[in-house]
C-alpha cells in the first residue's frame, strides 16, 4: 500500500464523500483523484519523476493537499517547507532538499527567491504573479499518472523546527507515513464518516503526516483546512463542530 494508492481508492468506493473542505467547499475524493491526476501529468512534463523532490512552500489552501497527493502519484518526494521561516532559515532547507519544483504564493515569492541562492529549481505560483502559473501544471489530458511504489520508497522529508540546533530533514517512507494511522484510527475508532480539523499550517508535520495521511487518507474521511485564529476558533467552535459531523481530531494554533 501507498499513499497514492489510498487515495485512488477512496475516489472509487466513495467517490462523493468530501475529502478536502477548504473555504467551507467540499472536494469529494473522486475530485481530488481527477485533479491531483491533471497536477501529475503537468509535474511530469516538467521534468519530476520518481524521486524527485517537490518543495510545498503554501498557506492552507486547496492546493496544498492537492499537489502533495499529485507528487507521490509520480513516486516523488513531498517536501513541506514552513512559509513563517525568514529567508537565512529557509536556504538550508532549500540547499539540502535539492527540489526539481517548489510550488508555492505571491505573499512568499520575495523570501524564497532570497533564499535559493544556486539552486535551480522550478517555481510555480498560485495566485497572480510574473512566474510559472500553477494552472500550467494542470493538463487535462494523457496517461493516467501512475508509478510502481513500494511500501518502503520515500515519500516525505520532514524538517525539524531547529528550536535546540540545526534544523533535520526526516524522511518518511509511505509505510511510516501511514501506518501510524492505521493504529490511530483503531484505537479511537476513526472512520470515512469522521472530520479533521487543521488550524495550523498544513506544511507542518502534524498537520500534512497526522492529520492529512494518517487521519484522512488511510481513514477515507474529510480534512477541512482553515485559517481561523484560536480566539476565533473558540468562538465559533460549535458552529464548526456541527458541519464536521462527528470530528474527533483538531490541529489547533
Not at 17 to 24: E, L, R, T
Not at 110 to 128: E, I, M
Not at 129 to 155: M, N, Y
Request: charged share 20%; proline share 4%.
Amino acid at each position: 500500500m501507498n499513499v497514492a494508492r489510498a487515495g485512488r481508492d477512496w475516489a472509487g468506493w466513495r467517490p462523493e464523500h468530501p475529502a478536502v473542505i477548504c473555504n467551507d467547499v467540499p472536494n469529494s475524493w473522486a475530485e481530488l483523484d481527477a485533479r491531483s491526476d491533471r497536477i501529475a501529468r503537468g509535474l511530469r512534463a516538467a521534468g519530476v519523476g520518481k524521486g524527485a523532490r517537490v518543495g510545498l512552500l503554501l498557506s492552507n489552501r486547496l492546493e496544498a493537499p492537492l499537489l502533495t497527493i499529485a507528487a507521490l502519484k509520480l513516486g516523488a518526494i513531498v517536501v513541506p517547507l514552513n512559509f513563517r521561516l525568514t529567508a537565512s532559515e529557509l536556504k538550508p532547507l532549500l540547499d539540502d532538499a535539492e527540489c526539481a519544483v517548489v510550488v508555492t504564493e505571491a505573499a512568499f515569492l520575495d523570501n524564497l527567491a532570497a533564499a535559493r541562492g544556486s539552486n535551480t529549481f522550478a517555481v510555480y505560483a498560485v495566485d497572480g504573479t510574473d512566474k510559472r502559473s500553477f494552472a500550467d501544471l494542470e493538463i487535462a489530458h494523457g496517461a493516467v499518472p501512475q508509478a510502481e511504489i513500494a511500501a518502503d520508497d520515500p515519500a516525505f522529508i520532514c524538517y525539524t523546527s531547529g528550536t535546540t540546533g540545526h534544523q533535520k530533514g526526516a524522511l518518511l517512507t509511505h509505510r511510516s507515513a501511514m501506518h501510524p494511522g492505521l493504529a490511530k484510527n483503531m484505537a479511537e475508532g476513526l472512520t470515512w464518516r469522521d472530520s479533521i480539523m487543521v488550524a495550523v499550517p498544513f506544511v507542518y508535520t502534524g498537520a500534512i503526516i497526522s492529520c492529512f495521511i494518517q487521519l484522512t487518507v488511510v481513514a477515507g474521511g474529510a480534512v477541512v483546512l482553515t485559517a481561523v485564529s484560536l480566539l476565533i476558533l473558540v468562538e465559533v467552535g460549535a458552529a464548526v463542530r456541527d458541519r464536521l459531523r462527528r470530528g474527533h481530531g483538531r490541529a489547533l494554533p
